[in-house]
């Protein structure tokens, strides 16, 4: 019996809210099912087209045996029947035939999946389509007059595979088939790019006939079946230091010389492209803001191309030394070039040296070994500067030997210290001038001749002892402080204190210390102040002599010539332990380029294995398994939380009969008991009145 008061809820049709609670709900295994079922009927089947097998109706991999009587038996069908099959069916039938029965052309679509000429499929049903298999020209399938063997290739295979990583340069591979007009008509191409990368990676050749080889080097499906995604010639590069396929890299661009040379030198071997100038922005972004330390090399090109890979690794290479850039020759622009840099046509190589020196120019076209060698000549200022990238090689090196040989005992540099400024640039004029004068073209007798008190410093230089070189003195304060020593070093070096700047010359005497010869201060252990302050020497010791006389090239060389001869024949106390030069800041361009080129390859290498995964045929079930979990998890909890609403109404409603009851209890009990004073007074109650006597 129902509670007076209590409504029950309307027998009403489903409201449209709980339609909608009740597909928020089951959102997710809805989207899980969606899923499911647009991946088992567009990607299956797109991953998994029929194949060519399937069309004459044989098992997968039948013989070519096989293959033959099945086409016999179904052409005879269709000739004995009475209606004509549609040109489509024969076309698929025809084309399976002739690929299935040459045995190239099965392998390589067997192991590898490879089918080439399927667009010569499609392009017989486009145009062909309703005409008798008689009007179509066979064979459909064309074989490639192509042997790897006479293209003078370098190959690799399973038994001279791990020989090509004794090095630590790329190797690049191209994988062919004798069956692919693709690798025949790549042949060429190929060709310009091994010539492109001689001496910057090793290349070679995989023939799919080595079948351990080529799946070594495949992709690998779900199902491990290997395959080459853009089919043969298929390319992919080993970085330095790669010795496993988990690190290789797979071109999937252009086939083209400019796009697999650009490819490998930027993702395999991290060189940054070196960039075009025009003729306007070549003097303010190139030749001004390049470092004043750096020989300027411009590449004048006629055609446009980018730099190929080796001139790429040699600017790497040579970037202490100098830096790079490409400029675009036009005809209406040439009296630019010829007055600028004296420069008569295009293709030509400018080196920009020292200020105020006139450019050195070669003409025509360079292959790589006249390149290395024009580069060595020309990597150094006429007068080279002394850094921490050129202190061996110029001599000047408290830890390194003379440019004489290692037996040489005494050598000498003269160097010009100075702020970058138009007074160090004079003095670096000047001493190209005392260097031209020593050196005079290998006449050292007639340099004797004219002035005898120069003889020590021409023999000297002759010899490789002397060295010419300048010295930043802001940059290399601290070597600049140590050698120049006196109370207006400031005005050479450190920062610019004031409006002076003064380029000083001295000249720094080496001698090679003796190696039973131990110059350091013997250490005392029993000394703790001795233990602590002890260093060791250079194994060279240097000495410094200032020079203050005027600017005057025949009196430089004079005194030059006396410090070599005071050096030559006294014993002089020498300094020990000069301070190091520092370490110039690379070229941002060379530091940031390595690891934005690599995380690139990477995420390219991580979308191609998602790629992979995504046509894996067990994703559909695993999909549909997922939403029916989801929906049974989703209906339980729903199920239990209408059963707990349920019973929580029944309990509201046992604890609203409660009171009545326990009232109407209390009430039959308290009529057992007589009213007390605590009780409260009746409606007719009244108050008796009271006399004065107790006997009343």
Not at 7 to 21: D, F
Not at 40 to 48: D, I
Not at 445 to 457: K, R, Y
Request: aromatic residues 10%; charged residues 25%.
């Amino acid at each position: 019996m129902a509670t007076q008061g209590r409504q029950l809820p309307p027998n009403n049709p489903i409201s449209v809210s709980s339609v909608k609670s009740t597909l928020t709900a089951y959102f997710v295994p809805l989207l899980l099912l969606a899923a499911s079922i647009f991946f088992q009927l567009v990607v299956v089947p797109r991953n998994f087209p029929p194949s060519h097998y399937d069309v004459l109706g044989i098992p997968k991999y039948s013989s070519i045996e096989e293959v033959t009587r099945a086409y016999e038996r179904i052409t005879s069908e269709w000739n004995s029947s009475v209606e004509v099959p549609p040109t489509v069916d024969l076309i698929k039938v025809q084309y399976a035939y002739e690929l299935l029965t040459n045995q190239i052309l099965k392998r390589d679509y067997d192991i590898y999946n490879i089918d080439e000429h399927l667009d010569v499929l499609e392009n017989v049903k486009e145009h062909h389509s309703g005409k008798h298999l008689s009007q179509i020209d066979l064979p459909l399938i064309h074989n490639a007059s192509f042997d790897p063997i006479d293209q003078d290739y370098e190959f690799i295979n399973s038994g001279n595979f791990l020989s090509k990583f004794e090095d630590d340069k790329a190797l690049l591979l191209q994988i062919v088939s004798s069956g692919s007009n693709r690798c025949a008509q790549f042949s060429e191409t190929w060709k310009r790019i091994v010539n492109l990368l001689k001496g910057v990676s090793n290349i070679g050749v995989v023939d799919l006939s080595d079948v351990q080889l080529s799946v070594y080097l495949a992709e690998k499906k779900s199902s491990g079946k290997p395959f080459f995604r853009s089919g043969v010639p298929a390319l992919l590069a080993f970085p330095p230091g790669c010795k496993s396929s988990k690190c290789l890299y797979r071109y999937e661009g252009e086939l083209s010389v400019d796009a697999i040379t650009d490819w490998l030198a930027t993702n395999i071997l991290n060189l940054p492209r070196i960039p075009y100038y025009s003729k306007e922005s070549l003097v303010h972004n190139f030749l001004v803001k390049s470092k004043p330390h750096l020989v300027k090399v411009i590449f004048i090109s006629k055609s446009g191309e980018r730099a190929t890979p080796f001139i790429r690794q040699a600017a790497k290479d040579y970037s202490p030394y100098a830096t790079f850039g490409f400029a675009l020759w036009k005809e209406e622009e040439s009296t630019f070039w010829w007055n600028v840099f004296g420069v008569e046509s295009a293709p030509a190589i400018v080196f920009m040296k020292d200020p105020g020196v006139q450019p050195v120019v070669y003409q025509g076209s360079t292959n790589s070994s006249m390149f290395i060698d024009i580069m060595e000549k020309n990597k150094h200022h006429v007068l080279p500067q002394l850094r921490n990238a050129t202190s061996m090689e110029l001599g000047c090196d408290v830890q390194g030997y003379s440019r004489a040989g290692i037996d040489t005992k005494i050598w000498y540099c003269a160097l010009i210290a100075g702020r970058p400024s138009q007074e160090l640039n004079k003095m670096r004029e000047t001493m190209r001038r005392v260097q031209e004068t020593l050196s005079g073209n290998g006449m050292i007798d007639d340099i004797v001749d004219q002035d005898p008190l120069s003889a020590p410093a021409a023999l000297a230089h002759e010899q490789k002892r002397l060295t010419f070189a300048w010295l930043d003195g802001e940059a290399q304060h601290r070597y600049c402080f140590f050698h120049i020593h006196s109370e207006d070093s400031y005005e050479t070096c450190g920062p610019r204190r004031g409006m002076t700047d003064v380029a000083r010359l001295f000249v720094v005497r080496y001698e090679m210390n003796p190696k039973d010869e131990k110059l350091d201060t013997p250490k005392q252990t029993n000394n703790i102040f001795n233990a602590l302050h002890h260093t060791e020497s250079d194994p060279v010791s240097t000495l410094v002599a200032k020079y203050n006389g005027s600017t005057d090239t025949s009196e430089i060389i004079r005194w030059i010539s006396q410090i070599i001869k005071d050096g030559d024949s006294r014993e002089i106390p020498p300094f020990t332990k000069a301070p190091e030069l520092v370490p110039e800041d690379s070229s941002h361009i060379w530091s940031k380029s390595s690891k934005k080129f690599i995380s690139s390859g990477k995420n390219v290498k991580s979308w191609s294995s998602l790629s992979n995964q995504i046509g894996d045929p067990r994703i559909g079930p695993s999909l549909l398994l997922a939403a029916l979990m989801s929906f049974g998890l989703i209906w339980l909890n729903r199920s239990r939380s209408t059963q707990s609403s349920s019973q929580n109404e029944a309990n509201q409603i046992k604890d609203e009969d409660k009171p009545s009851r326990r009232s109407r209890s209390r009430s039959g009990a308290n009529q057992l008991f007589p009213p007390s004073i605590t009780d409260s007074e009746p409606k007719d109650a009244q108050q008796l009145p009271l006399s004065d006597s107790d006997s009343e």
